[in-house]
């Protein structure tokens, strides 16, 4: 069940109280006033101010399978709030959200783009999955789809959060997310699984166009 904006308030309102075990949290606090009276379904979230290009690399091809992903293929940039960060057409940033946030087990949500932003061409990555537990702040993958430059700013609502109620709740013997903690966006290294591995053990090793 999707929580409306009015149960949103309620949750952060509860999770203020010290007895609370097991609380949601949003740092800084969206107004509880201003989203019951919002008549919505989500909370907005706003643009943080780290950003993490990738590098013009001069390997014919990026394997984040490797362990050279993360800090040796990104170029981290912090933008103050007041400046803009100039993305240019057909270009990809990764970028964070400014608010810091803690899930209980009970919840899990998704993060949407606003439609005011992929009018301009701004698209961000659909319906990435926050999971139960999770603490940290969001990692956010934006894409300039359009013919012109856009001007993103730091502290301007860029996303909506949909949040819904896990049933039965997760345990609380879960394994952590790897993105747990990150207060600025990180590109990790994908792991093969194991069934993948023993098919990629029986293939060509050079990749095909």
Not at 61 to 76: W, Y
Not at 183 to 204: E, N, V, Y
Request: charged share 20%; net charge positive.
């Amino acid at each position: 069940m999707i929580l409306s904006a009015d149960k949103i308030a309620d949750a952060l309102v509860h999770g203020r109280e010290k007895a609370t075990i097991d609380p949601l949290v949003i740092i800084p606090s969206p107004d509880p006033n201003s989203l019951r009276s919002s008549n919505a379904a989500a909370v907005d979230l706003r643009l943080g101010t780290w950003f993490a290009a990738l590098k013009r690399a001069r390997t014919p091809f990026l394997s984040l399978d490797k362990r050279t992903a993360g800090s040796q293929l990104t170029k981290s940039t912090y933008v103050p709030f007041g400046s803009d960060y100039i993305l240019h057409p057909h270009s990809f940033v990764l970028a964070v959200t400014m608010e810091w946030i803690r899930f209980p087990l009970n919840l899990a949500a998704y993060v949407v783009g606003k439609s005011s932003w992929g009018r301009c061409g701004l698209i961000i990555a659909t319906a990435t999955g926050v999971h139960p537990g999770f603490k940290g702040c969001l990692t956010l993958e934006l894409t300039n789809v359009g013919e012109i430059p856009i001007a993103i700013k730091p502290g301007v609502e860029i996303c909506q959060l949909f949040i819904h109620t896990v049933d039965p709740a997760t345990s609380d013997t879960m394994r952590p997310s790897t993105f747990n903690g990150n207060r600025r966006p990180t590109l990790r290294s994908i792991k093969l699984d194991p069934f993948a591995a023993k098919l990629a053990s029986h293939t060509a090793r050079t990749p095909i166009a």
